[in-house]
């Protein structure tokens, strides 16, 4: 991740109270403190918004060593996150968040709190320190959070995690102004090291979904309803073809007796074409069938961009570096 440093700017500062206060919220003549290292802040507020004119922010009255925008912009963050997550505990309430895993590339959701009981700031793990630690309640972390401004986790705190079983959270932050929504950005993390699918038994790695789809469509010779039945490529989690739908040619039995289930008509014809037998969609009222060359083009591309009506279903696993483990499981 590279950041900016030279537009991070100090925007929050402290009053006299201790209360935190946004630059452009604050009134000259008054004192403001760093919220990092307690000393005097100069609050810079000209009014001006033309080119080359800086946004409302403060400065050290005296430099200090150490005291950065970029490390009081990682300090304000998980503090404030901090004290986020732990009203949501004490007043018992889920905390959403929706993540991209990048092991099976879909989108997940959950509430972040399910299994937490306390969440404690700059946590002792023993060989790491995170920036936030959830706790469960056997007073374990469940999981950590991380918010990165210019460095990535160190090798021996993600090798922690690991092997401890924790769930790695990360937030990207890039710069000041996403301290005004603190909430936003922890409900959507950059990166979640969990993903909700099984693990493969042989290479413990994510398995991946193996979904087929169910187009509703016409018959291309007599204009007769029939159901296309296949199965989505790599992107939507089967890999027995890479990057390219399964037709029933290259269906098991279990996929074969699904399908029938839902109404497809699944038949063994001779094509000329590729002089050989195949199983195919077919119809049921001219007995013609959708031949392997034609399926994508004329009934899996238009259904994928909702030119036809069809429906997904979650019918089990594979994994991407175990071609044998093929696992059939209807959800």
């Avoid at 998980?78 to 905390?95: G, S």
């Avoid at 936003?184 to 991946?208: A, H, I, M, Q, S």
């Avoid at 036809?308 to 175990?322: A, E, M, P, R, T």
Wanted: aromatic share 10%.
């Amino acid at each position: 991740m590279t950041v900016d440093k030279t537009q991070i700017l100090y925007t929050q500062g402290k009053d006299s109270s201790g209360k935190l206060i946004f630059a452009k919220d604050a009134e000259k003549g008054l004192n403001y403190f760093c919220p990092l290292c307690n000393t005097e802040f100069i609050l810079r507020k000209s009014g001006n918004t033309g080119k080359g004119s800086k946004r409302p922010h403060f400065a050290h009255k005296n430099l200090t060593v150490n005291c950065t925008p970029e490390t009081v912009l990682h300090f304000l963050f998980k503090t404030q996150a901090y004290e986020l997550i732990k009203r949501h505990i004490e007043e018992n309430k889920p905390l959403n968040f929706t993540w991209m895993c990048k092991h099976c590339e879909e989108k997940h959701s959950g509430n972040l709190l399910k299994k937490v009981k306390s969440v404690k700031l700059e946590h002792d793990l023993g060989s790491c320190i995170p920036d936030i630690a959830l706790i469960d309640e056997n007073e374990k972390a469940f999981a950590v959070i991380e918010v990165v401004v210019s460095h990535s986790p160190e090798e021996n705190s993600l090798k922690c995690y690991k092997e401890n079983k924790i769930i790695l959270i990360q937030i990207n932050l890039e710069n000041e102004l996403q301290l005004e929504n603190v909430q936003e950005k922890l409900t959507n993390p950059d990166l979640v090291e969990f993903c909700f699918n099984p693990k493969c038994k042989k290479c413990d790695n994510y398995l991946l979904k193996k979904r087929m789809v169910i187009i509703e469509a016409k018959c291309w010779k007599c204009d007769n309803d029939i159901k296309i039945a296949g199965i989505n490529g790599q992107n939507d989690g089967v890999i027995r073809k890479i990057n390219s739908h399964l037709t029933p040619t290259d269906f098991n039995e279990n996929e074969i007796e699904f399908a029938r289930s839902k109404g497809v008509n699944l038949v063994l014809n001779y094509s000329q074409t590729a002089r050989m037998k195949y199983l195919a969609n077919s119809c049921r009222k001219c007995k013609s069938f959708i031949g392997d060359f034609h399926s994508f083009e004329e009934y899996y591309a238009p259904a994928e961009y909702g030119d036809l009506k069809s429906q997904k279903y979650d019918i089990g696993f594979v994994c991407k570096n175990c071609p044998e483990v093929d696992i059939f499981k209807i959800e």
